[in-house]
């Protein structure tokens, strides 16, 4: 069965730190892979997608994510973490007819 | 500005009633929507799938008579919970497209809680 898998459920980091959140994905054939964000209460916002093509996406909000075939892999990065990025962040895959799905979410919190 | 509008953001009702929210794509056709539905500190899944004019296609384990879904028009699909009880509170989100993963947008949700 298809699944995406966010090994981490939380993630503690400190402001203008480095973050790496890690996905994995199962699916046979091209995945179609998102990584979206969440704030409290709120719905889901779009950092970055990756259909085909550069394996580097660029994202908003100065995230990018990298996907890896090899490892089945699309861990999303940022270089330097703002106290606005907290909040929960949800890798997706997608088939072609556009049916998300999602891993279990990776909660981050950023300390001053 | 947002492309998928959904309506109401929060709603409040007593145990019993039914509730409707609205999923409207505001400048293309969504052919399907998507229904998700998010308990408290967990991820988001998958109710059901409708395409415009057609039944929706329900996923397992999902009560389809409890949760009605109308696909009317390719810019408008409506959730109805039917007789809310206090497990349906929960958050609700849809996301339409207009043909496949490539241009898929989400609502904002609706915050459902039921007394």
């Known amino acids: 069965a298809q699944s995406v898998t966010q090994p981490d459920i939380h993630i503690t980091v400190s402001e203008g730190a480095s973050l790496e959140l890690r996905c994995n994905y199962s699916y046979g054939a091209t995945p179609y892979l998102f990584w979206y964000v969440q704030s409290p209460g709120q719905g889901l916002q779009l950092l970055l997608k990756?259909?085909?093509?550069?394996?580097l996406v660029q994202g908003i909000k100065g995230f990018e994510a990298e996907f890896k075939r090899s490892q089945s892999s699309f861990n999303l990065r940022k270089p330097s973490v703002h106290w606005s990025d907290a909040a929960e962040y949800f890798c997706?895959?997608?088939?072609?007819?556009?049916?998300?799905?999602f891993g279990a979410g990776t909660q981050v919190v950023v300390t001053p | 500005g947002a492309v998928v509008s959904q309506h109401p953001s929060r709603v409040i009702c007593k145990s019993g009633t039914s509730v409707k929210i609205e999923c409207r794509s505001l400048d293309f056709q969504a052919t399907t929507m998507f229904w998700y539905r998010q308990f408290p500190k967990q991820s988001l899944m998958l109710m059901a799938t409708?395409?415009?004019?057609?039944?929706?296609?329900?996923e397992q384990g999902v009560e389809k008579d409890k949760f009605l879904i109308n696909h009317a028009s390719l810019t408008l699909s409506t959730l109805t919970v039917t007789s809310a009880h206090p497990e349906d509170s929960s958050f609700y989100i849809c996301?339409?497209?207009?043909?496949?993963?490539?241009?898929?947008?989400f609502g904002s949700g609706t915050q459902l809680s039921v007394l």
């Open positions: 990756y259909f085909s093509g550069d394996t």
């Open positions: 997706a895959q997608t088939d072609s007819w556009g049916k998300l799905q």
């Open positions: 996301s339409a497209t207009e043909g496949g993963h490539e241009k898929l947008f």
């Open positions: 409708s395409n415009e004019g057609s039944k929706a296609t329900y």
